[in-house]
């Protein structure tokens, strides 16, 4: 019989995946100890390289599904290993091979309604700019400056549409040219392609891309640090390059020049949690806080783990979409770091870390309260 196909080793498997840094890996153990995961639970990445390097990976294993791609690891990694590749390498053959575990099936469902709808919601694509009905918003066409991508959450979740409405308002009170793409923009995709699905990722990716040249899109402005991260540092593998900005920035270039202005002052204490999308991975850290300053007349009080050591809210990595029990969630220990610090609102830049955060918020202790809020919904409050 001849063989038509060798059979390939894992490990050449995983480098064809982009996980090939698992070569440099000498064990020393820092991803381990760095691990949020590591707070709540066992767990060690440090296993999964290893048995990467041998070619021994389970790939029904849930451990590889943990990964938050928060990308605390790779940046204190001596030997320039990239784990978030190496995990999301195992996870395209998961993908290649239909093995998901029980816990990870909510990752199909999303897949599907982001191929179908365009949204992880299974929600009617034509409904994706319904948010902004009644805020006489117009139509982006090309020689508008700026096109706000609202993203999923934005557009369909009921908490976050509330965000994408201030910025709205925001925008207009500053006298900025934007406009939107409604039921036209579909999910960046950054979150289904951490998950190893990458057929979905380039549809979705190559569907926006064309959108956005069709309508003559330079400028986007965007709220989602998931969505300014995939538009900044991964479209560009299709040789689409747009000029991005992070809604965070945009709000202290207006301060800055006097084109939006507070009328009175926000009088709750304030701490800043740092998304790992808009922080540790794109080094957006000065000009949230610069905002807040503006808006508090002080410093920002700051918790525990901030700036490049913020403590992840368990959200990337498409665990958004998962469940995770209750005793093992990032954000029940960031909401406590927040009340230690005396904190009466915890403000954020993120849709996933508002979402975390507002459902461990059901859980506090009787006695402790603590508001969750996007910064845009902070600048409103006091325009």
Not at 185 to 211: D, M, P, Q, Y
Request: proline share 4%; charged share 25%; hydrophobic share 35%.
């Amino acid at each position: 019989m001849d063989t038509l196909e060798p059979i390939k080793e894992i490990t050449d498997i995983i480098k064809e995946n982009g996980g090939a840094s698992f070569q440099f890996c000498y064990q020393c153990g820092i991803c381990d100890v760095v691990c949020p995961w590591n707070r709540v639970r066992d767990f060690s990445m440090r296993r999964i390289v290893r048995q990467a390097t041998f070619g021994l990976t389970d790939i029904e294993q849930e451990d590889i599904w943990r990964c938050t791609t928060c990308g605390t690891c790779p940046q204190r990694c001596p030997r320039g290993v990239n784990q978030i590749e190496v995990g999301v390498s195992l996870r395209r053959i998961a993908n290649e091979y239909d093995v998901f575990p029980e816990s990870v099936a909510p990752v199909i469902t999303a897949g599907g309604s982001l191929m179908a709808e365009g949204n992880p919601f299974n929600m009617e694509r034509d409904k994706r700019g319904d948010w902004a009905e009644g805020l006489g918003l117009k139509t982006f066409t090309e020689g508008t400056e700026f096109l706000y991508y609202t993203g999923c959450y934005f557009s369909y979740d009921p908490r976050m549409k509330k965000v994408a409405v201030a910025t709205a308002k925001i925008l207009d009170q500053a006298g900025v040219d934007f406009g939107i793409l409604g039921a036209r923009e579909v999910c960046c995709g950054e979150s289904i392609r951490k998950t190893g699905n990458e057929e979905a990722f380039k549809s979705l990716a190559k569907e926006n891309i064309k959108t956005f040249i069709d309508h003559g899109v330079k400028k986007i402005l965007v709220s989602s640090p998931h969505c300014y991260h995939t538009f900044t540092n991964e479209y560009p593998e299709f040789n689409a390059i747009f000029e991005i900005v992070h809604m965070s920035e945009f709000l202290c270039e207006l301060l800055d020049t006097g084109r939006l202005q507070s009328t009175k002052a926000f009088e709750k204490k304030v701490t800043y949690h740092d998304p790992c999308y808009l922080g540790r991975h794109n080094g957006i850290f000065d000009a949230p806080r610069a905002v807040l300053k503006h808006v508090l007349g002080t410093e920002v009080t700051e918790m525990a783990d901030y700036r490049e050591n913020s403590l992840c809210c368990g959200g990337g990595g498409g665990r958004i979409w998962m469940e995770t029990p209750k005793g093992e969630r990032f954000a029940d220990l960031r909401l406590q770091q927040a009340i230690d610090v005396g904190a009466e609102v915890l403000v954020t830049s993120c849709p996933y870390c508002i979402t975390n955060f507002t459902d461990s918020s059901l859980g506090l202790e009787d006695g402790q309260v603590l508001e969750i809020k996007d910064i845009t919904e902070i600048v409103q409050e006091v325009m």
